[in-house]
């Protein structure tokens, strides 16, 4: 079964500055998608990037972009120029390719931007 | 397009009632995911439905079902309600066409709580 893991359970940066949040998994699996999703007070799963296994090139999403290490199992969230409205729980979230497989999340990690 | 929605957002109920949480996925998408969100458990897979068949199963017990209709809209029920159920419930939908999945945007959430 597929595990994901961030380490990191609170981190705080100031406006402007940059962070950088960790995710790792575990999988034997060679072809599917990692994701990290954002989930502000409102409590509403917003999706913030997603990469694909098989593509070396990392996403990025206007201030946010990943550094994706395949042989590594990481998958870390870096966000630039962190804004009040960045507060939120960030999770990393895995799911294969194929075979029905549901969203496998990480515990999450809360992020407070502060002024 | 219109994103996710859910209703009602909020429910309180008390043990051994049960109770029905609807979603409406975004137009055209055909697969709606079920997850729940708890403070100790974190997000945990339910099911999923794709043109009104259960496809993927979580591991709750009986007590939880749900159902898909012709429109794609899902319910899921819970019934003999217990204190451990309350919980944010939360759905997911995505576009996919054919055996695999894709994204999953989600909805706003139901806050269940159990007296």
């Known amino acids: 079964a597929q595990t994901v893991t961030q380490s990191q359970p609170e981190m705080s940066v100031q406006e402007a500055e940059t962070v950088t949040l960790s995710c790792t998994y575990d999988?034997?699996?060679?072809?599917?998608?990692l994701f990290w999703y954002k989930q502000p007070p409102s409590r509403q799963m917003i999706l913030v990037i997603r990469?694909?296994?098989?593509?070396?090139q990392n996403a990025t999403e206007n201030r946010f972009s990943v550094n994706f290490q395949k042989a590594a199992k990481s998958f870390s969230l870096k966000i630039s120029d962190s804004q009040l409205g960045d507060t939120a729980m960030y999770f990393c979230?895995?799911?294969?390719?194929?075979?029905?497989?549901?969203?496998?999340f990480g515990k999450g990690t809360r992020l407070s931007v502060i002024a | 397009k219109a994103g996710v929605t859910q209703t009602p957002r909020y429910l309180i109920k008390t043990r051994g009632q049960q109770v029905t949480l609807s979603c409406s996925p975004i137009?055209?998408?055909?697969?709606v995911s079920w997850y729940q969100q708890t403070p100790g458990q974190g997000l945990q897979f339910l099911f999923e439905?794709?043109?009104?068949?259960?496809?993927n199963k979580g591991n709750f017990p009986g007590r939880f079902s749900g159902r898909q209709f012709s429109n794609s809209r899902s319910e899921m029920n819970v019934s003999t309600l217990e204190l451990g159920d309350s919980a944010l419930y939360l759905c997911?939908?995505?576009?996919?066409?054919?055996?695999?999945?894709?994204?999953?945007?989600f909805g706003p959430g139901t806050r269940l709580t159990v007296l």
């Open positions: 997911a939908s995505s576009s996919l066409a054919g055996p695999t999945t894709d994204t999953q945007y």
């Open positions: 999988t034997s699996e060679s072809n599917y998608y």
């Open positions: 990469q694909e296994a098989y593509k070396q």
């Open positions: 979230a895995f799911m294969s390719i194929g075979g029905n497989t549901p969203l496998v």
């Open positions: 137009s055209g998408h055909r697969s």
């Open positions: 439905y794709f043109s009104e068949t259960q496809r």
